[in-house]
């Protein structure tokens, strides 16, 4: 498993903007229960664009006598952690999107880090099912990335439900995949790290199938360092060998942590390098194999099953992961010595990683 992140982020200068709207004034302490302070937020909410409604049920309406006259301002953000339900009931008409939801669309940091405190808005779903987290996973596309990874970060920290599902049973990492732009793992990491499932599917495709589409060799190395399934085909049939470039294969194939299981002939009739129709292991001596290009054999390493041509012996065991073992080894012979059968691209990954721990 990868190394624990550290979700501690920097505040991006656009939350330090309109401070004064957030200084602690005389109401700081006055009860969320007061219809005059649940009227001044909704009043400061629309102000700053959110369009929100109070539920029915809320009374907002002061009585006759000894309305307080509350300013514009959130107070202090303590009082909020203590004080927050009566938030819960706002809603903007068309979406059912709570203030949380309107803030992380937004990049709203401020006004995030207040409601991000009350551990009930966190699970707060919107009319399609949508929790905050579903939000903010998926806002990289229309404000910056820091603020993306910020907001993030913050839900997470504060306890959100990386296995919450939306109505159409989307959890957020579907919803980041989906909504993803650019080769950016950051926030990813984050959600996998969290437990958010690395074998979901899009329409029943991989996740790692998805990142390869859409020519994203980051993210798609970042979900098999997570512990994807390699060997798994996309909606029509196909491997990945057959659907990503030279260049994200080896990414991807570098990121192998654990082994994954051998592909069997059953499974693959050709050679997942130049396509050569493959045969069954031929029982021979090992010096007359060389007569057998059509031979089936598996990549000690990455498992994928190639022709006698397009793999060999390689003295690259020293360059395995040290958490990289195989119980199902189909080429004992070389287990006793510092050789390995590889593909073309695995052979090349651990002959260049390991000539970098020999130059240290």
């Known amino acids: 498993m990868p190394a624990v992140l550290d979700y501690t982020v920097s505040r991006p200068s656009s939350s330090l903007q309109d401070d004064d709207a957030f200084e602690t004034d005389r109401h700081s302490y006055m009860s969320m229960d007061s219809p005059a302070v649940q009227k001044s937020l909704l009043g400061l909410f629309n102000k700053r664009g959110y369009n929100i409604q109070a539920s029915p049920r809320t009374n907002l ?9 509350i300013n514009n301002s959130f107070g202090s953000t303590a009082s909020w952690s203590s004080n927050s339900n009566s938030v819960l009931s706002f809603r903007e008409p068309v979406h059912g999107q709570a203030p949380i939801h309107i803030a992380i669309r937004r990049g709203d940091i401020r006004v995030l880090e ?18 905050p987290l579903h939000f903010a996973v998926g806002t990289s ?26 109505n159409k049973g989307f959890t957020p990492i579907v919803v980041h995949l989906m909504t993803l732009r650019k080769d950016d793992a950051t926030i990813l990491k984050m959600l996998l790290h969290e437990g958010a499932d690395v074998e979901s599917e899009i329409d029943g495709e991989s996740l790692l199938h998805v990142a390869v589409a859409q020519q994203m060799p980051t993210v798609a ?9 390699i060997n798994t085909t996309n909606n029509v049939g196909l ?42 292991r031929a029982k021979c001596w090992r010096w007359l194999r060389f007569l057998f290009k059509n031979e089936a054999q598996n990549c000690y390493h990455c498992g994928w099953l190639f ?17 990289f073992d195989r119980h199902d080894d189909n080429d004992g012979d070389d287990y006793r010595n510092k050789n390995v059968v590889c593909c073309r691209i695995c052979a090349n990954l651990l002959k260049e990683r390991l000539g970098k721990r020999h130059q240290l």
């Open 307 to 323: 022709c006698s041509k397009c793999t060999g012996p390689a003295p690259v065991r020293d360059a395995l992961p040290a958490s």
């Open 141 to 166: 596309r229309r404000i910056s990335s820091s603020v993306a990874y910020h907001m993030v970060s913050l839900l997470v920290a504060a306890g959100a439900n990386v296995h919450a599902r939306n």
């Open 61 to 69: 309406h002061s009585p006759a006598t000894g309305e307080s006259n």
């Open 221 to 229: 190395s970042v979900l098999v360092a997570y512990g994807a399934n």
């Open 114 to 131: 207040a409601l991000v405190r009350s551990d009930e808005t966190l699970e707060l779903e919107d009319d399609h099912g949508n929790t």
């Open 239 to 280: 491997p990945l060998s057959k659907v990503a470039s030279s260049s994200a294969l080896t990414s991807i194939l570098a990121h192998l942590t654990h082994a994954q299981p051998y592909v069997r002939i059953q499974a693959q009739h050709q050679c997942m390098d130049c396509g050569r129709h493959l045969t069954q």
